[in-house]
């Protein structure tokens, strides 16, 4: 690693010429930083989701639920993806196994404490109605529990694109390789890095937050 | 020592045969290396954890304490924390490096703006959450603002604050390991030396443990310290 560069604010101007100069290639990376991250949420939505909305229209499992929620924030990302490393050597598995890991818990909890706390006269008036569970699941509890189950989609999205980042050290591609790597793109680089995983941090949080005020029903009289 | 180029056999020198072998569990390089690798990583981990929780809870209580009475505010303080939570944690090291170099205060700038999220919203629902029947009582008995918000918004607060300070400790024990980036402190540091090394597994394994075992402990302490500061709730 050189240290010969010096630190200073001035650096923040180079690192938007850095851009500037190669901006197909930070789109390129982008491109790869978000396969990855695609690829670990939905990948963890597949196995959490169904898990947390059937445990919480059950009522079961919420010891289950909070363990895996308090464990899984106590997981360091750095050291998960240093042993997806051992296990699964340099790949693509690694990283991704890595990150499935650290998405599942914030999809998990949250879909079970919004199907379990979804009123239970609301419940009991659609059984007596003669819905299904199946259909008590699907058209009562998820539309009402929604906003908490995109919530927990939202933090998990956050923790999978910021990981992606730590994966770079593991051969994970994305911009984290730009940002681990100062000897190759120089202190610009790794700002210019930075700031490209920000936003696109920042965009994919924005994204699902729209998308949760959009769920959400409005407060007050309905006109 | 750093790794030969090309297909690399592991060869951890002098060591057992566990550790030439690279097993999952050395537990003589565990006795040999506590000492001067795991146990200083240890400490190292638990003071950067601490003094981010700490001044996170500070910074978190006094914009509360402005924020639960005015929405504006609120909402203008939520969001900014929402963002700062939002960054990823190496991105936000390295955009400090420019302002700060690779020093402690980079570190520590980057996990206190992480805790700030947790800590700000639990302290201001929990403050806002005190019912208003509650707050009249207040008034009637004549206690002062001040009284009031010792005696009656604070301590009915308190679990939302502690169970926020659960989550940040936890959070913030488990994202110092990154600060290993920017300089060799706490137990991410072991994992980047074992990465380096051929990726010596007794190593990650001991470290990342031990970083989990640490969370896990101090959220069991405040756990104990939430039933000692709110005997009423248990009851």
Redesign the interface.
């Known amino acids: 690693m050189t240290v010969a560069e010096a630190?200073?604010?001035?650096?923040?101007l180079d690192a938007f010429g850095f851009i500037h100069h190669n901006a197909s290639f930070l789109l390129q990376k982008t491109a790869e930083h978000l396969e990855l991250s695609l690829a670990a949420l939905a990948i963890a939505l597949l196995l959490a989701l169904p898990l947390g909305l059937w445990l919480g229209h059950r009522h079961r499992g919420l010891f289950l639920a909070v363990s895996v929620s308090?464990?899984g924030?106590?997981?360091?990302?750095?050291?998960?993806i240093?042993?997806g490393?051992?296990i699964f050597g340099v790949g693509f598995w690694n990283n991704t196994a890595a990150l499935v890991v650290l998405a599942i818990p914030p999809i998990l909890t949250n879909a079970y404490f919004a199907v379990d706390g979804v009123d239970a006269d609301v419940v009991e008036a659609a059984r007596g109605m003669g819905l299904s569970e199946w259909q008590i699941l699907r058209r009562i509890e998820l539309p009402l529990g929604l906003p908490l189950v995109v919530a927990g989609i939202r933090i998990a999205a956050?923790f999978v694109?910021?990981?992606a980042?730590?994966a770079a050290?593991?051969g994970g591609g994305g911009l984290?390789e730009i940002?681990?790597d100062q000897a190759s793109y120089g202190?610009a680089g790794?700002?210019a890095?930075?700031?490209c995983?920000?936003a696109l941090?920042?965009l994919a949080?924005l994204l699902l937050s729209l998308t949760l005020r959009a769920l959400t029903p409005r407060q007050g009289p309905v006109s | 020592m750093i790794a030969a180029g090309g297909p690399v056999i592991p060869n951890f020198g002098q060591g057992s045969a566990c550790e030439r072998s690279n097993g999952w569990f050395c537990t003589d390089w565990l006795h040999a290396h506590w000492g001067d690798t795991l146990q200083p990583a240890l400490v190292q981990h638990v003071w950067l954890s601490a003094l981010a929780v700490g001044i996170g809870f500070a910074i978190a209580f006094a914009l509360a304490l402005v924020g639960f009475r005015h929405r504006l505010f609120d909402a203008g303080i939520g969001a900014l924390a929402?963002?700062l939570?939002?960054?990823?944690?190496?991105?936000?090291f390295?955009?400090l490096?420019?302002?700060t170099?690779?020093t402690v205060t980079t570190v520590e700038i980057a996990l206190v703006s992480y805790t700030l999220l947790v800590l700000y919203r639990n302290m201001a629902e929990g403050l806002r959450g005190v019912p208003a029947d509650v707050l009249e009582a207040a008034r009637g008995m004549g206690l002062t603002r001040t009284q009031t918000f010792l005696r009656v918004e604070l301590p009915l607060a308190l679990p939302a604050i502690l169970a926020g300070l659960r989550?940040a400790t936890?959070?913030t024990?488990?994202?110092?390991?990154?600060a290993?980036?920017v300089i060799p402190e706490g137990?991410?540091a072991p994992?980047?030396i074992?990465?380096d090394q051929n990726?010596f597994?007794t190593e990650?394994?001991a470290?990342?443990?031990l970083?989990?075992a640490l969370?896990?402990f101090a959220?069991g302490l405040l756990v104990l310290g939430q039933r000692a500061a709110t005997p009423w709730s248990r009851a």
């Open positions: 630190f200073t604010p001035h650096t923040f308090s464990v924030r106590a997981l360091p990302s750095v050291a998960l240093a042993f490393l051992t956050i694109i910021a990981t980042t730590i050290v593991a984290g940002i681990v202190l790794v700002i890095g930075s700031l995983v920000s941090a920042l949080a | 929402d963002f939570y939002t960054i990823p944690s190496l991105a936000l390295q955009l490096v420019p302002f170099g690779l989550i936890v959070s024990i488990s994202v110092a390991t990154v290993a980036f137990l991410g994992i980047f074992a990465l990726l597994k990650i394994v470290a990342g443990g970083a989990v969370a896990l959220d």
